[in-house]
């Protein structure tokens, strides 16, 4: 499944150049939103009582609703390798969870394994990550690395507190590479972030955002108090 899905998008892609004619005016830009950890659930659309999540809800009705779609992985760094290779994880070193402690780590991204990011960007797209990255928190496992030209967001795979953007003490916030101290609740900040990446795109044919969740615990309520 994540394979055949991986390659249509990249025969999309190429479509768009048969012949050296250009299908569609310019390259469509491309964004993708996961949300971590997610019940199947856990939206108002399905009738839902107790949760409210009205902006979700209107992408399902502009959209397209996929009921019989499956997941590689319940956990994070499975999903987001799968997600960006278009392979199991298991083939591309990620069978488990990605940590910062050495004795509960069960992955590591394989260096060779070829990203959607990077072969967006050969097709001259701009690559933009923004919040939970989970793929690596070292060279030569960072976003920055691995086909995206602008990173904002966290390296690790959870946060102890989503004030204090910690993890075991540590501080795995990141603008690229440049370790950041920014303040406020992490889901009020991965949502600014995500609306200011407009400007990246200027002088790029087309455009890839990713922009991954943070897991649902620990809950800790937003300063916004916005709904999804």
Not at 12 to 35: D, M, R, V, W, Y
């Amino acid at each position: 499944m994540q394979i055949k899905i991986f390659l249509l998008v990249l025969a999309f892609l190429c479509a768009t150049h048969l012949e050296g004619q250009s299908l569609l005016p310019e390259k469509p830009n491309i964004l993708l939103i996961l949300t971590d950890d997610q019940g199947y659930h856990d939206v108002s659309y399905y009738g839902t009582k107790d949760i409210r999540t009205p902006h979700i809800d209107a992408l399902r009705a502009e959209g397209m609703r996929l009921d019989n779609f499956y997941t590689n992985s319940p956990v994070c760094a499975p999903t987001r390798a799968s997600l960006m290779s278009g392979r199991y994880p298991d083939r591309v070193g990620v069978p488990g969870l990605i940590r910062s402690i050495p004795d509960n780590t069960w992955g590591y991204l394989d260096p060779k394994a070829i990203l959607l990011p990077a072969l967006l960007r050969e097709n001259g797209y701009h690559t933009a990550h923004v919040g939970k990255w989970n793929l690596g928190l070292e060279s030569p496992n960072l976003p920055n690395e691995r086909g995206f030209d602008h990173f904002h967001g966290w390296l690790e795979d959870m946060m102890d507190d989503y004030w204090t953007h910690r993890r075991h003490g540590r501080n795995y916030m990141r603008l690229n590479e440049a370790s950041i101290e920014p303040e406020g609740h992490a889901t009020d900040l991965f949502t600014q972030w995500s609306v200011r990446l407009h400007p990246f795109t200027e002088g790029y044919r087309g455009a890839f955002f990713s922009i991954p969740g943070l897991q649902c615990s620990p809950f800790s309520g937003a300063a916004s108090g916005k709904m999804a």
